[in-house]
């Protein structure tokens, strides 16, 4: 049974955000406008056209039924000129009505589905901006992320499309249709908002039953994504341990809590309508008994009256459309308080304002008494200071957690030092534009990631200009062009979603061929052989022995076979350099590192003779005609 997870929190810091809903929706309606403008300036125009429209369209009834038809006090006989002249106007406007709406409402979609866009860019834009202290944090999970992109986006789009917009014109239309109905008869005003305290109480009683739904559901929503995401992530282990059963009732009782809560919340979303309606229904109730006294005493004219139910219609239809909005607000909020705070989020690397761009990097790598941490008082790196010449091949080696990777990471400016600074050929990285070294070094990690195209496209990825001719070049380097060749599609093979349709070892070299191919002066392998059989280790060796030259190189290595070639190895423990030197000064001198050494290469089954081994693996790895696998296989 696998561990359960604690309760996916929904809403990240909430309490900082509460009571910030009117700032949430002008940076909201900001991003609506930035850009936008071309289509803000004519929507304002329809939006104002439609709320005079809606405005004076009462009027033309009620002169129709007080004159035109002769309904007003003394009841005259009508006159048809009236109505004919008034029936041509009220066609007039219902067109002008009908196209204002249908531009108003496409203008409206256009602007949600921009907004969209921008939003999702500008947050995968930040996204690739914020370092690896955001992405490798535990609150930042992947699936939150995609529901970030996904979900919460798509929620802010409907809440611009369904609501935000459209309350201008509502707001217009309710404000406009008091005033008229105050004009027309103050005293049917008086009696019918007699209602607007129960009407009010009611609404703020459904709807703050509502906000804890929706809140609930967001949470419900979050928590199944976060299951589905590792899910498919960790198919392999599911599989592998048979858990299949067990995965399915962890995401069923989700599911299953998310549709309970889903219920509740449609349940009382079909309920509020009704319960408002009623309260509605009881303010025209007394309109039309007050009505019908004030008409027998000549005080209200039907076409008055006529008027003044259509401005009341006016009036709740829009209020209406506020209290849906409203409820689309509870639900949306919290989306868009996510979004802007990672758009606010701080960017932990960034480049000063005046930072130089390097070219023709020699290679030379100074740590200069640096100590760095992830956590507060927990160091990882401490009081690191050393020299790595150009061209010189270093190898960091220790047990893990010794704080090998970061050492690397932070060369890379994934990180930067708390105490202390890194320079590249005398310059201090910090004061470098992050690309113009980045694309000076090439990375080969342990976990390589593939993308979900061909072969050919995911060697190009570290030469975006290369060639087919460069890309088969770097291939052969490796010793991959073999295996490539021997699929149907060869270049041209998907590989599959994160490479899954190729072994490790393949993906492996794929990955070592696309660093290659940006022939880079500084070459970082984290790891990078591990993955690899061990005939296709010694290929790569060899391989190595000629990429290697003329670049400086850090390499990580817990095989120690793989870095017994370097120029200098330096020991890791507990973020320390304890010891340093070459293979064979390391091995004399009968420390740490000599005892890794042995621990390797002992032989339970024999008598150990790690002296034979050191010298197969310094004296073969180097043949250029080694291509006996059998006789490979048997020596081990």
């Not at 860019?121 to 992405?135: A, I, N, P, R, T």
């Not at 535990?138 to 802010?156: C, E, R, V």
């Not at 050191?614 to 296989?633: A, H, S």
């Amino acid at each position: 049974m696998r561990k359960k997870r604690k309760k996916t929190e929904a809403f990240e810091n909430e309490e900082e955000y509460k009571g910030r809903t009117f700032k949430i929706l002008k940076r909201l309606i900001q991003y609506i406008g930035s850009g936008n403008n071309r289509l803000v300036y004519p929507l304002i125009v329809l939006i104002i056209s439609n709320v005079i429209i809606n405005w004076f369209t009462p009027l033309i009834f009620r002169s129709l039924v007080d004159e035109g038809l002769g309904g007003g006090i003394g009841a005259n006989e009508g006159d048809i000129d009236i109505v004919i002249f008034l029936g041509t106007f009220f066609f007039i406007f219902t067109i002008t009505g009908v196209l204002t709406r249908i531009a108003q409402g496409y203008i409206i979609s256009k602007l949600a589905t921009l907004t969209m866009y921008n939003l999702r860019y500008e947050l995968f834009v930040k996204f690739q901006k914020l370092g690896l202290d955001y992405h490798e944090s535990s609150k930042h999970t992947t699936g939150k992320k995609l529901n970030y992109l996904t979900g919460d986006i798509n929620t802010i789009q409907q809440l611009i499309q369904s609501g935000l917009l459209l309350s201008v014109s509502n707001f217009f239309l309710i404000i406009g249709s008091l005033i008229f109905m105050i004009v027309l008869s103050p005293i049917l005003t008086a009696i019918l908002f007699m209602i607007v305290p129960l009407f009010f109480g009611i609404a703020g009683i459904l709807f703050k039953k509502a906000r804890k739904y929706f809140k609930e559901l967001r949470e419900r929503i979050a928590i199944v994504t976060s299951i589905l995401d590792e899910s498919i992530m960790g198919m392999r282990i599911i599989q592998s341990f048979t858990v299949e059963e067990d995965n399915y009732d962890e995401f069923n009782k989700a599911t299953e809590l998310e549709k309970q809560t889903t219920m509740k919340t449609a349940k009382l979303m079909a309920f509020i309508p009704g319960i408002i309606i009623i309260v509605i229904a009881i303010g025209i109730s007394s309109l039309f008994f007050t009505s019908g006294i004030l008409i027998r005493e000549g005080l209200l004219t039907q076409g008055t009256l006529f008027a003044f139910i259509f401005y009341l219609f006016s009036f709740f239809e829009p209020l209406f459309s506020l209290i849906g909005l409203i409820t689309l607000l509870q639900n949306s909020i919290a989306a868009g308080a996510r979004i802007i705070r990672i758009l606010d989020e701080n960017i932990s690397i960034t480049e000063k304002e005046n930072a130089v761009e390097i070219q023709n990097i020699e290679g030379k790598i100074e740590y200069n008494n640096v100590s760095f941490s992830y956590e507060e008082g927990v160091a990882v790196l401490k009081n690191i200071d050393i020299t790595v010449n150009d061209k010189e091949r270093l190898a960091l080696v220790g047990y893990t957690g010794a704080g090998k990777s970061t050492f690397v990471k932070l060369l890379s400016r994934f990180y930067d030092p708390i105490e202390g600074e890194i320079k590249i050929d005398g310059f201090n990285l910090k004061n470098l534009k992050i690309k113009s070294f980045r694309d000076n070094l090439g990375i080969v990690l342990q976990e390589n990631f593939l993308f979900s195209g061909t072969i050919k496209e995911n060697i190009r990825y570290g030469k975006l200009e290369a060639n087919d001719d460069e890309i088969k070049e770097a291939a052969k380097k490796v010793k991959a062009h073999e295996f490539i060749m021997e699929f149907e599609n060869g270049y041209d093979t998907i590989v599959g979603e994160r490479g899954s349709r190729l072994s490790e070892g393949q993906k492996q070299l794929i990955a070592f061929a696309r660093t290659l191919i940006a022939d880079p002066p500084i070459l970082i392998l984290d790891e990078a052989t591990s993955s690899i059989d061990p005939y296709s280790e010694l290929l790569i060796q060899q391989a190595l022995e000629t990429l290697l030259k003329g670049r400086t190189s850090i390499s990580i290595a817990h095989r120690l076979s793989t870095i017994i070639n370097s120029d200098r190895i330096i020991v890791l423990d507990k973020g320390q350099i304890i010891e340093q030197g070459s293979h064979q000064e390391l091995v004399e001198k009968d420390g740490f590192y000599n005892h890794l050494y042995r621990m390797q290469f002992k032989d339970p089954f024999k008598k150990e003779k790690p002296d034979d081994i050191k010298e197969f693996r310094l004296i073969d790895t180097n043949r250029e005609n080694f291509d006996d696998k059998k006789r490979f296989q048997q020596f081990f």
